[in-house]
RNA sequence: GGUCUCUUAGUAUAACGGUUAGUACAACGGGUUUUCAUCCCGUCAACGCGGGUUCGACUCCCGCAGAGAUCACCA
């Protein structure tokens, strides 16, 4: 059989990374047994609707790389992909369950069913629908609700994640099926587009498994087949217990991207948060992930979203990249990520600086305020330079012999590359006979005024000898 | 309140009856000719509680406690 999964999301804002992996895993194992992953776009919600979720939505999965064989923008032999186009269909069911006499048109009026409920709050009795059900029911036509006619039992199913499951009649109700906006719920909507996209495994949050037996009843009372169920344990909120969500501050997966965080980071970070392939194996490529995903190394119980790791994982992915695929590829990645003072600078100046800046970075937004001395001069802040744990220990005619010192050396150098400073470093060390931690620190704050900075001969290096040597004679006249 | 689910260090997790309970992040300490970072080494730190079953239990069973989900004309 081949393995059918979806990710239906609703337009109602951005998806935050919370939500993200319910992406995740339906592609994974999609792709890993050649199946199909489905996008469709539950937007039966007029009043929650948001305009341009759905392109946020596309545009977060296209960054991270999990593309859709059928849904928006790519069509697919079930098309429309939208909910809000598929009306008739879910009318079609719905007539069909009228004519079997499993759904009835409810004419009561939503007071009336606000009434009830409290009435059960007040005794402490659990609400249910069914036992309020209207004498008459009037014929169905738009602008009254349509009720599911629910048969109480007991029902037993497997989930995925959490095991065997069962549940007594009680939880069964008459659940509203279509809204009297003429509109479908959720409830009903997904289980008809699912039976007709051919959804082979239905993965979703935990949330929804207090309703699957409801679910389950209409499986049967529409005669359609039930699917596999998925249950994804929530992602945790930093503090307290609750589900992670926008209100906790969560942000959307595209805020990361526009923050420099890389597409494999986030992917790795999220797949691995609830699930794992019983390995000590941290890093995974995309690839990877499709191969060793599983369904039964699924976490069931929830996880905490822990920012920290995730840009670790960031900072592993950038030096992965520069690694294995070069300082092109990963310069590729940088646009828009530089000081604005960069823009004087040609990409190969640029390549360069990333060259010995990039095993510093966690996220490429730390390009614009680490690199800001390699593309203007910087201010000469002398209580800097005069502070610095190092260089308080030398005295201002120290301080400036030993500038002196150094210009004259690095002017005097036939070659200026990165072998060539180190040596000439070298000799003006034991030409004072001072600690590199003095000397190094002085030319070092002197040519970039900045808290830290790469090696200093190879910051050297990229900077030249005439930017270089006119900052340090800038700093020695300032004295 | 009903129904359902979950419970290994601060965090993410490994273990699927027999281990000194492993790994990673974080924290702390140290090392690599300055700083910051990388990298390397080390330290701290966990099986929610109580009963069973068993020669033996983190692992199986039963209670309890704690946490969470759900009970919408939202998804």
Redesign the pocket.
């Known amino acids: 059989m081949k393995i059918v999964t979806r990710f ?3 337009p ?1 804002g951005y998806i935050h990374i919370g939500n993200v992996r319910s992406a995740i895993y339906p592609y994974l194992l999609a792709r890993q047994q050649k199946g199909k992953f489905i996008l469709r776009i ?7 609707y948001v305009d341009g979720a759905t392109e946020l939505i596309e545009d977060t999965l296209k960054w991270l790389g999990l593309d859709w064989d059928e849904g928006p923008i790519v069509g697919g032999p079930n098309a429309p992909y939208f ?1 809000s186009e598929r009306m008739e269909i879910y009318h079609r069911w719905a007539r069909k369950l009228i004519e079997s006499g499993r759904a009835y048109a ?1 004419p ?3 007071e009336q ?1 606000e009434e009830y ?1 409290k009435k ?2 007040e005794s ?6 069914r036992n309020f059900r209207p004498e008459y029911t009037p014929e169905w036509k738009p602008g ?2 349509l009720r599911f006619k629910a048969e109480p039992k007991p029902y037993e199913w497997h ?1 995925e994640v ?7 009649p ?2 069964l ?1 008459d ?2 099926l ?4 003429g ?5 009903f ?2 289980i008809v587009d699912d039976a007709e996209m051919g959804v082979t495994h239905v993965m979703r ?7 699957t ?1 409801n679910y389950l009843a209409l499986y049967e009372a529409l005669n359609l087949p039930r699917p596999k169920f998925v ?1 994804l ?2 992602i ?1 909120a930093p503090q ?4 992670l969500g926008k209100r906790d501050g969560a942000k959307s997966a595209t805020e990361y991207r526009d923050d420099g965080v890389l597409p494999e980071a986030m992917l790795n970070y999220l797949a ?5 392939d ?3 194996q ?1 890093i995974y490529t995309k690839d990877e992930l499709i191969e060793r995903f599983s369904l039964n ?1 699924i ?8 920012e ?2 995730l ?3 960031n ?2 992915w950038l ?1 992965r990249v520069f690694d294995e695929q070069g300082a092109n590829a990963l310069y590729t990645r940088t646009n828009g990520f530089w000081p604005e003072t960069a823009g004087n600078y040609d990409d190969n100046y640029k390549v360069k600086v990333l060259s010995i ?1 990039y ?4 996220t490429l937004s730390d390009l614009r305020s680490m690199t800001g001395y390699f593309f203007s001069e910087p201010n000469i802040d002398l209580d800097l330079l005069i502070n ?3 260089i308080k220990k030398l005295s201002e005619s120290e301080i400036e012999s030993l500038l002196k010192q150094s210009i004259a050396k690095l002017s005097s150098l036939k070659s200026w590359n990165a072998d060539s400073l ?1 040596a000439a ?2 000799e003006l ?1 034991s030409e004072t006979g001072k ?7 002085l ?3 002197a040519i ?1 005024f ?10 050297m290096e990229v900077l030249g000898r005439d930017v270089t040597l006119s900052r340090l004679n800038a700093v020695a006249r300032s004295i």
């Open positions: 239906a999301p609703s109602t539950e937007d039966t919600d007029r009043a929650r909910q409810d009561t009026p939503p069913v409920r059960c709050s402490k009795i659990p609400f249910l629908y009254i609700p989930d959490m095991g065997d499951m069962h549940t007594g009680e939880v109700d659940i509203i279509i809204k009297k906006d509109y479908p719920t959720y409830n909507a997904h949050g935990v949330e929804y498994l207090s309703s037996p249950s344990p929530h945790l307290g217990n609750k589900k691995c948060l609830g699930w794992n019983g390995t000590e941290e190394h976490q069931n119980s929830g996880a905490r979203y822990d920290t790791k840009l670790w994982l900072g592993q030096r800046i095993d510093r970075l966690k610095n744990k190092f180190q470093l070298n060390l600690k590199p931690a003095e000397l190094f620190s030319i070092r704050i970039s900045a808290p830290f900075s790469p090696a200093l001969h190879l910051t």
